[in-house]
């Protein structure tokens, strides 16, 4: 089985060869190639060498592209800090009502924003690289629309409004025009070349918001963007940060094929949650990746792979992003064993 065979059986409900590895891990795919930030950031050359230098290094299954979490919400006009050698973030206090930004939103075209072109344009020259290589591309469509309007705001804002019942016709309407922005997004990614996107709704989990606010908020946009991208044939993977048991049941019925969760999510009420509705990406603890030996590593993965061994439903990597000095040593033990016992 090729390497893209197998991420795509995976997402399909199959079971592979083996289960396959991908890394979230372009922080420290620029740390080790002596590239800041700011020039990762700024060139699709540097963004695309850089994730194939690190492919090669640890010969993963497949590269996840991403840049950081400000991608989508600097094309929607949020204010953005961008640190020399941190990733993007936006500022928590934005200067624009929500009215305002509901305003903005409606002229908003991604084709026009020149850090998405920069962005696109390293999707496809990655695309070329990995159809070569058979290599699997995961191109990260940034936000999700939840994710998006919380950045758009500002996080304190965006929580506070979530909880005030005059403002919901605003937060609705708000909801509908950043699930336009992210469904963009996401054509315009797998048109680049990626064979599936992904997204983060990451403040939609329960670390965050309560299962409520979720269902009420998040819930019925998720479906609508993860039904509208399974009807155009566009696979797609969601990323829920933190604590996600109380809504697994809830993300069984949104048409989404794969979600990655992080180590704070149980796996194994996740992976029965899902069962015939999607499957995991994940779910190892970035850092234990960063600070556990190569050991302790070994063991974690060892455990995880023993829980999907030969029935499909896993596509093991890191939970969330790797940190820049996550030690190279301890991606090769994920990899190495993984080939092994997967």
């Known amino acids: 089985m090729t390497r893209i065979e197998r991420v795509r059986t995976v997402m399909a409900g199959g079971v592979p060869d083996r289960i396959p590895v991908m890394t979230h891990n372009f922080l420290m795919a620029a740390r080790e190639a002596g590239v800041t930030m700011a020039q990762f950031r700024s060139s699709a050359d540097v963004m695309a060498k850089t994730m194939i230098d690190a492919c090669v290094r640890y ?41 305002q930004i509901i305003d903005d939103l409606a002229k908003v075209d991604l084709r026009s924003s020149d850090r998405v072109k920069i ?48 403002e919901e016709e605003h937060l609705m309407t708000l909801m509908e025009l950043t699930s336009k922005v992210s469904l963009q997004m996401h054509h315009l990614c797998y048109e680049a070349g990626g064979h599936c996107t992904s ?41 829920i940060c933190g604590w996600a048991d109380p809504i697994l049941e809830d993300l069984a019925e949104t048409g989404c094929p794969m979600y990655e969760f992080d180590a704070r999510t149980d796996i194994r009420k996740a992976k029965e949650a899902g069962r015939g509705h999607y499957v995991l990406s994940g779910n ?19 455990e995880l792979l023993d829980l999907f061994r030969g029935q499909g439903g896993l596509m093991i ?22 080939k092994k016992f997967g």
């Open 317 to 338: 990597g890191p939970g969330c992003a790797l940190g820049p000095n996550t030690p190279g040593e301890n991606i090769r033990t994920l990899v190495e064993t993984t």
């Open 199 to 239: 997204y983060g709704n990451s403040s939609e989990g329960c670390s965050v918001v309560s299962p409520g606010i979720f269902r009420k908020f998040g819930k019925p946009f998720e479906i609508r963007l993860d039904q509208q991208l399974k009807a155009e044939g566009i696979p797609t993977i969601c990323h």
């Open 119 to 166: 962005y696109l344009e390293a999707i496809n020259k990655l695309s070329d690289w990995c159809n070569a290589n058979d290599v699997f591309l995961r191109a990260n469509a940034d936000q999700g629309p939840f994710s998006l309007a919380c950045l758009l705001v500002g996080m304190n804002q965006f929580l506070v409004t979530l909880l005030d019942e005059d």
């Open 59 to 99: 010969d993963t299954d497949g590269i996840l592209l991403d840049v950081d979490t400000a991608l989508l919400a600097s094309a929607c006009g949020a204010e953005v800090t961008y640190p020399e050698d941190i990733a993007a973030v936006t500022n928590d206090a934005q200067p624009r009502s929500i009215e």
């Open 284 to 302: 190892l603890d970035p850092a234990m990746l960063n600070s556990g030996t190569p050991a302790e590593v070994e063991a974690a993965c060892r």
